[in-house]
């Protein structure tokens, strides 16, 4: 192939970022865009070329991708950055007045001043410490410092002197007891793989092979374990259906890339319980025959990002991944991670898939489903880490003393994020089955002197609840009922004092954004919501009737999730309370 690269030459560092992929394949492009942002803080079309050279991607294809992630730069910038999150649980604790800050003291948004820029993020997923800033110095190696709660000053404070190789705070959960997916997180040592087993590590994968793959797919099957990102697909059907296919080699996908704004159970988890999910994962693939597995981890997660590396490296070298796992010949499995860049969309499951190949994170037509044809072209299994982490419970407590947590029709426990105003945010885990009521009276309820407005319950692409529906219990069917979901966890708290407007405004421009652009209805829908809201808040105009037909243009056909749910919350927010009148 000729490449027809542009007459532009790498510089000393950008060679040397570059270096380690002499000879890769084009899946390899994300790394290696990494590598170069990292170390150099941007990447020059030098630096492409040389990209393309080491990996035989046409420079037109590189360029497509580099250009689809907001965390890669193409124009030359400082080389520290400060992401500041305006998303929509960060908006609701001040991040406006930390932008304002740094407006004064440091200028314009996007604008280099003195070695240092800052701009507006999405969410950064630690919303139960908003707001939040991640200060990002490029180098060998690329330092982060997580901000979170972030002030203007503080803000101001590390873009003047870089990023202190703070990772944040560990995570922190409020329950005392009742907890199964979260009773290790901020109790034993998340580096030490010994602390894990002493606490009942590895105790599920040593029963999964004494069991065989089919056994533990039947008992994952008979437990009623459903996805815990949003669609809610029973999980052992998706394990069965790739298990069964005949094409090889088979893979495993964690989608860790949690990027609907007010969600962080994943990361969490990661945090403060990282050898669960390895455990997890093996467990998977184990049933399921495969040999290779990906986390697909969002890349502004530092701390996360730190301690899965330590799990891993750890497990390998004790034996709990590579050849011959736990000395159960012939079965060899290993795990990679690929960073995410800043791409919403990478988050469905078959964007993933490209996002992974080296090509635009741009979600694939189906069918074929994944099962049939996923990464690679081959059967793959994608669970989120939740979902994943249930597993080992299956395994130690057996189907049926998990399926009888919850409701008839939503098995198990179930991780929930709460943020906004709320007197004690984070993650809370609860049976399926709970009142929104009794999870509001967990995390304290509304600051003392407010009263609840609203709650968006699973998040942007989810809906809003009213005061008088705190009764509604928290499973599928409930939720389906309802006529609203329960998404991915979020729930998202509104007290009285909050600006119910900009809050839809920054809901429609945060999927304006994140729209990948490949399908017209979510393409331009997404453009045409943001501005009719724009004139509703402006000039008070009746808008309705224009939302309703670009919403259901935009739910019934779209290609993917993205563009099917943008409307959702905007449209609950005008049925249940009354919105944008």
Request: glycine share 12%; aromatic share 6%; with cysteine.
């Amino acid at each position: 192939m000729d490449l027809k690269l542009l007459d532009a030459v790498a510089s000393r560092e950008e060679k040397a970022a570059v270096a380690a992929f002499a000879g890769g394949g084009r899946d390899q492009l994300l790394p290696a865009l990494h590598a170069v942002n990292d170390r150099v803080g941007w990447i020059s079309q030098g630096a492409l070329n040389l990209i393309c050279e080491a990996l035989h991607v046409p420079p037109a294809d590189a360029y497509g991708v580099a250009s689809f992630y907001s965390l890669f730069a193409l124009a030359e910038r400082p080389e520290r950055v400060v992401h500041v999150c305006t998303d929509l649980a960060c908006r609701l604790k001040g991040a406006d007045t930390v932008c304002d800050v740094l407006t004064e003291h440091v200028g314009a948004a996007g604008k280099a001043r003195g070695g240092v820029t800052w701009q507006h993020s999405p969410c950064l997923g630690v919303c139960e410490r908003a707001p939040a800033a991640l200060t990002f110095q490029a180098g060998d190696p690329a330092t982060t410092e997580l901000l979170a709660p972030a002030t203007g000053a503080s803000a101001v404070l590390a873009a003047g002197r870089g990023p202190s190789a703070s990772e944040g705070a560990p995570p922190v959960i409020h329950q005392q007891s009742g907890l199964r997916l979260l009773r290790r997180v901020g109790v034993v040592d998340p580096s030490s793989l010994d602390d894990y087993r002493a606490t009942g590590g590895y105790a599920a994968l040593r029963n999964a092979l004494r069991m065989g793959p089919a056994a533990v797919i039947r008992e994952v099957t008979d437990s009623g374990l459903m996805g815990r990102g949003g669609a809610a697909f029973p999980t052992g059907r998706k394990w069965s259906a790739t298990a069964g296919q005949p094409a090889t080699p088979h893979y495993l996908v964690c989608n860790a890339d949690e990027s609907e704004p007010g969600t962080f159970k994943d990361r969490v988890l990661i945090e403060g319980d990282p050898f669960a999910l390895v455990e997890s994962m093996t467990i998977a693939a184990y049933a399921i025959g495969a040999s290779r597995g990906f986390v697909y981890l969002r890349g502004e997660y530092p701390r996360a990002l730190r301690l899965l590396r330590n799990a891993l490296a750890v497990c390998r070298e004790r034996g709990f991944l590579g050849v011959d796992i736990m000395g159960h010949e012939g079965f060899s499995f290993d795990i990679e991670i690929r960073r995410g860049a800043g791409a919403y969309i990478c988050g469905e499951e078959t964007a993933i898939f490209n996002s992974i190949e080296g090509f635009r994170g741009e979600p694939r037509t189906k069918p074929p489903f994944p099962v049939e044809k996923g990464l690679f072209g081959k059967p793959t299994v994608v669970n989120n880490v939740e979902t994943l982490v249930n597993v080992p419970l299956i395994l130690t407590e057996g189907a049926a003393a998990y399926r009888s947590i919850g409701t008839e029709g939503s098995a198990g426990p179930k991780l929930f994020c709460l943020s906004g105003n709320v007197e004690r945010p984070g993650v809370y885990e609860v049976p399926f089955g709970t009142t929104l009521r009794s999870l509001l009276e967990l995390a304290g309820g509304v600051p003392e002197g407010r009263t609840l407005r609203a709650i968006l319950l699973g998040g942007a692409a989810g809906g809003f609840l009213r005061p008088d529906e705190l009764d509604l219990p928290l499973s599928m069917e409930d939720a389906r009922a309802a006529k609203t979901t329960l998404g991915s966890g979020v729930v998202l708290v509104l007290d009285d004092l909050a600006d119910l407007g900009g809050f839809l405004l920054r809901i429609a421009e945060f999927f304006r954004d994140e729209s990948c652009g490949q399908c017209v209805p979510c393409r331009i829908g997404t453009v045409r919501q943001e501005e009719a809201i724009k004139r509703v808040l402006s000039a008070g105009s009746d808008e309705r009737p224009l939302l309703r037909e670009v919403g259901g243009v935009m739910r019934d056909s779209s290609i993917c999730g993205l563009g099917q749910t943008a409307w959702n919350a905007i449209e609950s927010a005008i049925d249940r309370l009354g919105a944008l009148q």
